[in-house]
């Protein structure tokens, strides 16, 4: 009796084990002109964009250089450095904004932990058209105390093709 509770014990922790794995897995591959964020800096020609909790959002006009944007089934925001020492839980909406100003939201990433960079893809859902653009918007959950650093550098959204 004492083992098998034992070896059911073990199991229940193996699966919690294999069901945290499998979210961390998840996040990490959920998901022109950039305005709203100030601090911009350019690496290796590639131009990076800060948010924080002044300057939440950047503002990307879509532009599609080898296919349509039909074509285009995912929207990739590369977070490339993260300065959040109290571990804030840190989450990134997404929305496509239309020549007419309608906003439309393809959805959300948060990182985890929450100071760790990387890459996220989010699915366009077929909503972009012509003379739009991804706005990219970090939302934090938790109240931020003031003097508290939280600072995100993201990379020039890109848009993927669908295979």
Known sequence: MRT??????????????CVIL????????????????ESKEVEGGDAVYYLDTTN?????????????????????????????????????QVYFQSKSKEKVYLGSFSLYPPD??????VATQGKLKDQGAIIVSMVTPDKVDPGDTVRVAVKK???LKGS
Do not use: W
């Not at 098998?4 to 073990?10: D, H, N, R, S, Y």
């Open 4 to 17: 098998m509770v034992k070896t059911l014990a073990l199991r229940k922790m193996h699966c919690c084990v």
């Open 22 to 37: 499998f979210f961390f897995a998840v996040g990490r591959a959920a998901v022109g002109s950039v305005g709203d964020s």
């Open 56 to 92: 939440p959002s950047i503002t990307q006009p879509i532009e599609s250089r080898n296919a349509s944007l039909e074509e285009c089934k995912f929207v990739q925001i590369e977070v490339t450095e993260v300065r959040n020492p109290k571990k804030y839980s840190l989450t990134f």
């Open 116 to 121: 760790n960079p990387g890459r996220f893809i």
């Open 157 to 159: 959204v890109k848009l």
